[in-house]
């Protein structure tokens, strides 16, 4: 069964940067067939997707964070990680590591639980 | 830019129920390309229905997707207890703002 952990520290200071990765168990980071990604979720809100990316490296970043997103995969640690720039409060959320399985239309058919990233001095 | 717009924003209802939800899109979305997803408080959100109408692994058949073009729709048949939390939609990298499903 695939399974996916998230780490990284729980709080940033504002300006500062927020770095998470994510680990892969239990299967191939490897695949045509699916890309992995960041999706985030600020307390008592929905859900955003934030950026994917392949074992390849080849990256899709959501418009609004492009300018300040970094996404990287690690195959041999079967990692992928994520890293922002110049955080704010409104970056503070719940940031979910999911798998895309890219089939008819794109689905996030695996998760992580989720990693509690708040931003304060 | 598509615009997901899930309606009601809160639904009561009891267990045994039929639920009726709505996905409706600012545009025709491509292949009817729609995905529904569940959430319940403190877990993440897992995969319900994929291509509008297709149960993921493992999704009891009380869940069934419908719709096309730009309306769609998730009905569960009879609620259970483990059914009730968020629902969202999803097309791509865009996700609808969910519809709450509460006890009644």
């Known amino acids: 069964q695939l399974q996916l952990q998230e780490s990284g520290p729980g709080l940033v200071k504002p300006s500062e940067t927020l770095s998470l990765t994510c680990t892969v168990s239990?299967?191939?980071?490897?695949?045509?067939?699916?890309?992995w990604v960041w999706v985030r979720q600020p307390p008592g809100r929905g859900l955003e997707w934030i950026g994917s990316?392949?074992?390849?490296?080849?990256?899709y970043y959501t418009s609004s964070l492009e300018s300040r997103l970094t996404m990287s995969v690690d195959t041999s640690k079967i990692q992928f990680s994520l890293t922002l720039t110049s955080v704010t409060a409104a970056d503070t959320a719940l940031y979910y590591c999911?798998?895309?399985?890219?089939?008819?239309?794109?689905?996030?058919?695996?998760w992580g639980q989720g990693a509690l990233v708040t931003v304060s001095s | 830019e598509i615009v997901l717009t899930q309606s009601p924003g809160t639904l009561s209802l009891s267990p045994g129920d039929r639920a009726t939800l709505s996905c409706r899109a600012s545009?025709?979305?491509?292949?009817?390309?729609l995905g529904w997803y569940h959430q319940n408080p403190g877990q993440a959100p897992r995969l319900l229905i994929y291509?509008?109408?297709s149960r993921a692994t493992g999704i009891p058949d009380r869940f069934t997707g419908s719709g096309s073009g730009t309306d769609f729709t998730l009905t569960i048949s009879r609620l259970e207890p483990e059914d009730f939390g968020v629902y969202y939609c999803?097309?791509?990298?865009?996700f609808g703002q969910g519809t709450r499903l509460e006890i009644k």
């Open positions: 990316i392949n074992y390849s490296g080849n990256t």
């Open positions: 999803q097309h791509y990298g865009y």
């Open positions: 291509g509008a109408s």
């Open positions: 999911a798998r895309l399985w890219v089939g008819r239309g794109n689905y996030f058919d695996y």
């Open positions: 545009q025709t979305l491509s292949g009817n390309y």
């Open positions: 239990g299967g191939s980071i490897n695949s045509n067939s699916h890309y």
